[in-house]
């Protein structure tokens, strides 16, 4: 059976990074896009970015004009089974549970299994 656990959150001053994980288990990350998303209190679910499986092509989302681009890097590590979410000069507004989930291709709004989250605060 799939699973994905969620890890690497934590509290961190504004500017800071963290590094969440996505570890992966009865599949292999590499034969499936993995997405990064985000609920804040009272907000809807986002995603924020996905690599998709063969090509491990990347995509990044914008919010509110500024796209995390430049300031998050996903990335895949096959032989550690687990996708990675490297967050750079965080801002107070990217305080929020991180998921990561598996899907078919990025460009598909289809995702089958989600793990339990990791919190992300930033606050001073």
């Known amino acids: 059976q799939k699973h994905v656990v969620e890890s690497g959150g934590g509290l961190v001053q504004p500017g800071g990074s963290l590094r969440p994980s996505c570890a992966a288990s009865?599949?292999?990350?590499?034969?499936?896009?993995i997405g990064w998303f985000r609920q804040a209190p009272g907000k809807a679910r986002e995603g924020v970015s996905c690599?998709?499986?063969?090509?491990?092509?990347?995509?990044?989302?914008?919010f509110y004009g500024d796209s995390v681009k430049g300031r998050f890097t996903i990335s895949r590590d096959n032989a550690k089974n687990t996708v990675y979410l490297q967050m750079n000069s965080l801002k107070p507004e990217d305080t929020a549970v991180y998921y990561c989930a598996t899907g078919t291709h990025c460009s598909t709004p289809s995702w089958d299994y989600w793990g339990q989250g990791t919190q992300v605060t930033v606050s001073s």
């Open positions: 009865g599949f292999m990350v590499e034969d499936y896009a």
């Open positions: 690599i998709n499986s063969k090509d491990g092509s990347t995509f990044y989302s914008t």
